[in-house]
């Protein structure tokens, strides 16, 4: 949309907002003061701003940090099957890091969608992301009892003292982060995600990088 455009709907706004807090009366059948009736009206331009700049398909806020558009961190660790991994060897690949924690209710929350990206990337083969679960402050039992509990089959990552989460600067879980075949951080998602916003920013930035 416009700035044209969204300067006419506030406009437009403003008028109707403006004629429905000048038909407002009190009890006695008089008058609001004015400034009653000019908090209604901005109150309720507010509220047309609000959905007109509404964009139900966007993908969730991102969030900022000085390592995007930069080389990954070291990342380096343990697969929960006891296999080492290292960050830098996936090049190649589009990575999704998920750090959470077993007990986190915001990481069980959005745990369903988490499986559903898993879904989508799984059925597009090759081209598909890899998708892996930093353990940030848990026990490996924990984690292991969350997954048969919860579903969900792919890997987990353990550090000695968190490494890779004090890597990526994560200071609250859940936290996903996007790193494309280059090994460049792209994108950095703080709070529960969805399937779809994960999918439609990878989608994304494949575009830009073109």
């Known amino acids: 949309m416009s700035d044209d455009v969204l300067t ?3 406009s437009a706004s403003s008028d109707e907002a403006g004629n429905e807090a000048e038909a407002v009366t009190d009890r006695s059948g008089g008058r609001l003061a004015p400034f009653v009736a000019l908090g209604i009206a901005v109150a309720l331009i507010g509220l047309v701003v609000l959905f007109i700049g509404a964009d139900p398909n966007a993908p969730a806020a991102q ?10 961190p070291e990342a380096v660790g343990e697969l929960d099957d006891g296999t080492p991994f290292d960050l830098s060897r996936r090049k190649g690949s589009w990575v999704v890091l998920n750090f959470f924690q077993s ?12 499986v559903e990206f898993v ?6 083969g090759p081209q598909g992301a890899e998708f892996y679960s930093v353990v940030t402050g848990d026990a490996r039992e924990n984690v ?3 997954f048969e509990r919860e579903g969900g089959d792919w890997p987990a990552i353990y550090s000695d003292g968190d490494q890779i989460t004090v890597a990526f600067g994560v200071a609250q879980v859940p936290e996903t982060w996007i790193i494309d075949p ?3 951080v792209q994108a950095r998602f703080q709070g529960e995600v969805t399937a779809d916003a994960l999918s439609i920013t990878i989608q994304q930035i494949r575009e830009g990088l073109r």
């Open 8 to 10: 006419t709907a506030d």
């Open 63 to 72: 969030g900022k940090s000085p390592l995007l558009g930069k080389a990954a």
């Open 103 to 114: 007990s986190c209710i915001p990481c069980i929350v959005e745990h369903p969608e988490l």
């Open 119 to 124: 879904d989508q990337q799984n059925a597009l």
């Open 144 to 146: 292991e009892e969350f």
């Open 182 to 184: 280059q090994g460049t």
